[in-house]
């Protein structure tokens, strides 16, 4: 079973992962003044950049249920080896100027590919071992849990308010066990791909893996259960940030709910639009299935020339028409062309019927 709305929103994901980590390169890169809703959020809040990262760990999740069978052959080593294989990369690619030069600056551990690795093994494995019903229980405890352990007093002596950034026992934990080579500097510091994160990181892709067997379960039209499911954890995480705010850095309990809700509607639009029998994709999802079927080689692609968005024969358009246009529109052309660059590749490769896995 195959389902083209599963691509499609991979291949979304991915494509907006490019666009933020583009657009924040042409504010440090080029000094623009980038739209804010392209950028992450200093500490609680959402924008579109914070939603990309999450809702492809629920893909992780929702891929899960159609790629293992549980009770099947033994699957344990195929599992432990492709993380390993992601973590290995993500360490590389988190490290790529440090390699280059030791001396530019502490070596980084954690990274985007390091808590894919970590999530898919996790939910792999309690996929094969564990009931339904089971993970559900474990989704629960751990969000449930994560909001109490975030208000413990800080390991480090630093007031601890959940509300001020870095001010939490989630990122003392990680300035007292990683130390100085932190991604987020100074004494407030942590990294937000950092080590207890990974917990609710987990539960989300949980949550993936329930809503691959609920599309597997009903073997046919799935879009009014996928959006009571989303608007469901959209309403519950929504409320719960009044008192566990939505932050991405620490993962939050409210912030999975949220980024779950909106990645499951997403999916339930994406459903009823391509997923019908006789309905053909269209142009924009046919142009997103390139970076879907090749999602972790577009990322990697991305990592390596992410310098590209920058240089002068980028800029030159950029420069031309800030004037006119200002900088949140013209600061999109670079972007455009950058990408336009990544999905000619990934086109390629589907073209060739050539899919790299990790």
């Not at 579109?48 to 492809?56: H, K, N, Q, T």
């Not at 474990?138 to 950034?165: E, F, H, K, Q």
């Not at 949980?206 to 009903?218: D, H, K, N, T």
């Not at 090749?294 to 031309?320: K, S």
Request: aromatic share 10%; net charge positive; glycine share 10%.
């Amino acid at each position: 079973m195959r389902l083209i709305s599963l691509d499609v929103l991979r291949g979304l994901t991915v494509a907006g992962m490019i666009l933020v980590n583009s657009a924040a390169g042409m504010k440090y890169g080029a000094e623009a003044d980038v739209a804010p809703i392209l950028l992450h959020v200093s500490w609680d809040g959402l924008t579109l950049a914070d939603l990309v990262f999450p809702g492809f760990l629920t893909m992780v999740g929702i891929a899960i249920p159609f790629s293992l069978r549980p009770g099947g052959d033994p699957q344990t080593a195929r599992i432990l080896t492709r993380a390993g294989r992601l973590l290995l990369l993500g360490f590389l690619l988190s490290n790529l100027y440090w390699f280059q030069s030791f001396a530019s600056g502490e070596w980084r551990l954690f990274g985007v590919l390091q808590r894919i690795g970590l999530v898919y093994a996790a939910c792999a494995l309690l996929f094969l071992s564990c009931g339904p019903r089971v993970r559900i229980g474990l989704i629960v405890a751990i969000l449930a849990l994560y909001w109490p352990l975030a208000l413990l007093p800080s390991l480090d002596g630093l007031a601890t308010d959940i509300w001020v950034r870095g001010h939490n026992f989630i990122a003392s934990v990680d300035r007292v066990l990683l130390g100085t080579h932190l991604y987020v500097q100074g004494p407030e510091g942590y990294d937000p791909e950092g080590i207890l994160g990974t917990l609710p990181a987990i539960a989300q892709g949980l949550i993936g893996v329930a809503i691959g067997e609920l599309l597997i379960r009903r073997q046919g039209a799935a879009t009014r259960q996928l959006a009571m499911a989303g608007a469901a954890m959209l309403a519950v995480g929504g409320a719960w940030s009044l008192a566990f705010p939505i932050v991405k850095d620490i993962w939050s309990s409210s912030f999975v709910l949220v980024t779950s809700g909106v990645t499951v509607l997403a999916l339930a639009a994406l459903h009823h639009l391509l997923d019908r029998e006789g309905r053909k994709s269209g142009i924009a999802a046919t142009a997103m299935l390139a970076f879907g079927a090749n999602a972790i080689a577009a990322y990697t692609l991305h990592q390596v020339t992410a310098g590209m968005v920058t240089w002068d024969l980028f800029l030159t358009p950029f420069r031309a028409t800030r004037e006119a246009l200002g900088d949140p529109l013209a600061s999109l052309i670079p972007v455009l062309f950058y990408m336009i660059f990544i999905w000619a590749a990934m086109e390629w490769l589907r073209r060739k019927r050539w899919f790299i896995k990790i």
